[in-house]
């Protein structure tokens, strides 16, 4: 009962002196943003829980794999007025998909179904949306429905080149990891395919792209396609200049009889020199590119926390004077 007794003479006493209710006031006010700051905190860290990331980034990955089939059936028909009719100019594009990690038979048809379609969508609703809530002349109409129809056009032109960079990228993240595991299989006494089946099958969870190319190569190779033949496949379906340079190294070592762990060993040094220069180059460019945001968001909050107060100052008392 003591405590308790305590308690409620230290509350009387709050309730009493204005001071003391202040200071409770203040340290509740403080504890109050200390345990939201915590909470925020936990909140940040619970999103940016990089196994979550990596999870939904999975969910995602298998919610795309069953939607593709359905945009190909979907847009393939409508293809076939656009697909150039050359060989040379639809082994190009077929090409370009390659690179974008699409290897489907109606890859081709469904993207330039896919541009006939929406250069067609687009015109309709940007005249239903123009017509419905703007009152513009019929010539500023053709004019937006014309923009629609080639901005229609050219969007899945433009989705192609970003996916293409960006599984350029990916691909490129993960060399470096499957370089090292590939000399150690090498080393190891393991062959060219048997190393980079062992290798495909580490690299499933982290690099799913890069390992979906390595198991390409070893079914390629167990069909019975030459190992030159199918290491030329993969340098031309990946279309990454880092892995073109790996089998062209990989193409010279068969062909002199040379080790191709020692190889291998050679080219994942010369790979590590060169992303650390990468590294570096992008470093140096920091402090250039850092001088646009101080020059527009930094220094006009700076010039008007440090001039702000001294100019009202000056115009208050040129305004009483």
């Not at 940007?126 to 010539?139: E, I, W």
């Not at 691909?171 to 060219?192: I, K, M, N, Q, T």
């Amino acid at each position: 009962m003591e405590p308790l007794t305590n308690l409620i003479a230290l509350l009387d006493e709050l309730l009493t002196n204005p001071e003391a209710a202040q200071i409770g006031f203040a340290a509740m006010m403080g504890l109050a943003a200390f345990t939201l700051m915590v909470a925020m905190m936990l909140l940040l860290a619970g999103l940016a829980d990089p196994l979550r990331r990596r999870l939904q980034h999975l969910e995602q990955d298998e919610d795309e794999k069953n939607a593709a089939p359905v945009m190909l059936r979907l847009f393939a028909p409508m293809g076939d007025y656009l697909v150039p009719t050359e060989r040379e100019n639809r082994s190009r594009a077929a090409l370009r998909l390659r690179h974008a990690g699409i290897r489907s038979p109606t890859a081709l048809r469904a993207f330039y179904g896919a541009k006939l379609a929406l250069a067609a969508l687009l015109p309709l609703v940007v005249l239903g949306v123009v017509t419905t809530f703007f009152r513009v002349s019929m010539t500023a109409t053709l004019l937006f429905a014309i923009s629609a129809a080639l901005a229609g056009y050219l969007l899945p032109t433009l989705w192609l080149e970003r996916a293409i960079r960006r599984r350029a990228r990916v691909l490129r993240r993960g060399l470096a990891d499957a370089l090292d595991l590939l000399v150690v299989c090498s080393e190891a006494g393991l062959g060219l395919g048997q190393g980079i089946q062992r290798v495909a099958e580490d690299l499933e969870v982290s690099h799913p792209e890069l390992s979906d190319e390595l198991l390409l190569f070893n079914m390629q190779t167990r069909a019975g396609m030459d190992n030159r033949e199918a290491l030329r496949d993969l340098e031309e379906r990946t279309g990454v200049e880092d892995i073109r340079g790996l089998v062209t190294t990989l193409l010279q070592s068969m062909r002199f009889g040379t080790s191709i762990a020692a190889t291998l060993r050679i080219f994942a040094a010369e790979m590590r020199d060169k992303r650390t220069q990468e590294a570096e180059e992008k470093a140096a460019k920091v402090s250039t590119k850092m001088l646009f945001p101080l020059v527009f968001c930094v220094f006009p909050s700076f010039f008007v926390v440090a001039l702000g107060p001294p100019l009202l100052g000056a115009m208050a008392a040129l305004g009483g004077r």
